[in-house]
């Protein structure tokens, strides 16, 4: 397919790939622009993956409060310069991923974390729901690996949509600050906090605390 020069423009901007291979990668993905990011990225030709080998110690841990103080956040997110560590565009990002993880509340960071027994326990969980739903056994281990991607997609952090923007990933906002900054960025770890998660909340009947009273 024919693909106009905008889009190139746009493609390079975000990966930093020569204009020929952003040509040749919008062509292979029918100028899909989010598949191109892909496409590059896995034959090496985006700048971001050039970087992602190199040391990023420095950067900042960001924290957010939501609601009213009923939802809080620690990330830790790594760069390779104090400097960049200090940039307003740097701490937009960290800002940007922590209410991410407020809204969104993933578990892990990347799939490689989920541990293998959460895994395997979610895999027989859609086994039985796909077996319960009629599906023919010779078609279920594909539905439940397909199954498998959604939830990547909804626990771990970098394959979350974007909450700001959902034409794009956590993973695809990361290398597109890479592109930008120059530097190598990584989101190390994240802690989140919700008031009362994991308690046995008291459920208040105000009818019998007002007849108590009365009765006094």
Do not use: W
């Amino acid at each position: 397919m024919a693909v106009n020069a905008s889009a190139v423009k746009e493609l390079r901007e975000k990966t930093g790939a020569g204009m020929l291979d952003c040509k040749k990668a919008l062509e292979e993905t029918n100028g899909d622009i989010s598949k191109a990011v892909d496409v590059l990225r896995e034959k090496g030709l985006s700048a971001a993956a050039g970087k992602a080998g190199r040391a990023a110690t420095e950067g900042v841990v960001e924290s957010y409060i939501h609601a009213g103080g009923r939802i809080g956040v620690l990330v830790e997110i790594n760069c390779e310069t104090d400097f960049v560590g200090k940039t307003d565009q740097f701490k937009e990002f960290a800002r940007d991923i922590a209410m991410q993880i407020a809204a969104a509340s993933p578990l892990y960071v990347r799939r490689e974390e989920v541990p293998t027994e959460a895994l395997e326990k979610e895999k027989e969980i859609l086994k039985a729901q796909a077996l319960n739903e009629g599906k023919p056994e010779k078609i279920v281990e594909k539905m439940v690996e397909g199954r498998i991607g959604k939830y990547y997609e909804e626990y771990c952090l970098m394959e979350q949509t974007f909450v700001k923007n959902p034409d794009k990933t956590i993973d695809q906002l990361l290398n597109e600050k890479i592109s930008t900054i120059g530097e190598n960025i990584s989101i190390r770890r994240f802690v989140r906090y919700e008031l009362g998660e994991g308690l046995e909340k008291k459920q208040d009947n105000f009818v019998e605390e007002v007849m108590a009273q009365v009765n006094q």
